[in-house]
């Protein structure tokens, strides 16, 4: 299982960012997915989750009405556009998926959020 973030960087405040995880090495439209993110010396916290075949979502209510999660079953990808971010949205994200009952992590990938 392989897992791959992209698409960080450094963004103003109210700007926008759209992130990719490409992966491999698992059937990607039998799973659910997640992206989650961390920030030095806090727990990794779950941002957004994405249903298998997409027709369910859930955020933390931190992103609520500015990120959306999305997938392209056919691409084996992840997405997450991210919309008004905010100082408090800088982080490493990580994409993950769980495969029998083991959790697979992408290398993450810096947001930073600053004037």
């Known amino acids: 299982v392989q897992l791959g973030e992209s698409g960080g960087g450094l963004v103003q405040p109210g700007g926008s960012l759209r992130l990719s995880c490409a992966t491999a090495?698992?059937?990607?439209?039998?799973?659910?997915m997640k992206w989650y993110r961390q920030v030095p010396g806090k727990e990794r916290e779950l941002v957004a989750v994405?249903?298998?075949?997409?027709?369910?979502?859930k955020y933390a209510d931190s992103v609520k009405g500015r990120f959306t999660i999305s997938r392209d079953n056919a691409k084996n990808m992840v997405f997450l556009q991210m919309n008004s971010l905010k100082p408090d949205d800088t982080a490493v994200y990580y994409c993950?998926?769980?495969?029998?009952?083991?959790?697979?992590w992408g290398q993450g990938t810096q947001v930073t959020v600053s004037s």
């Open positions: 090495g698992f059937a990607f439209s039998t799973y659910d």
């Open positions: 993950k998926v769980t495969r029998d009952q083991v959790d697979y």
């Open positions: 994405i249903s298998a075949h997409g027709d369910n979502t």
